[in-house]
């Protein structure tokens, strides 16, 4: 059974930085590619980064660049998400998601409020 459990959101204030976590389990984490969407109120889902199976090749939406890094530990089964310099826009339900074999798999999500 494909399990993708997200950690690591919280408050913070402007100019802050979090980093998020994805741990998987039930399938072959090092053949997949990972991303990490979000979805703020109101707002339809986007996705913010992407990566690779081998983490070769990453992207990024043109908001986050610069700030924002994907990256992952095929040991741990985890992809991560380090946000630096948040800006109350970033503040939404992060998901991270993965698609095997034509099915999607998603997270529960976990809340990132950046306000001062």
């Known amino acids: 059974q494909v399990q993708l459990v997200e950690s690591g959101g919280g408050l913070v204030q402007p100019g802050e930085s979090l980093r998020l976590s994805c741990t998987t389990s039930g399938f072959t984490f090092s053949m997949y590619a990972m991303r990490w969407y979000r979805q703020a109120p109101g707002k339809e889902r986007e996705l913010v980064a992407g990566i690779s199976s081998s983490g070769d090749s990453r992207n990024y939406v043109d908001s986050v660049k610069g700030r924002f890094t994907i990256s992952r530990d095929n040991a741990k089964n985890t992809v991560y998400l380090q946000m630096n310099s948040l800006k109350p826009e970033d503040t939404a339900v992060y998901y991270c998601?993965?698609?095997?074999w034509g099915n999607g798999y998603w997270g529960q999500g976990t809340q990132v409020t950046v306000s001062s």
């Open positions: 998601y993965t698609n095997r």
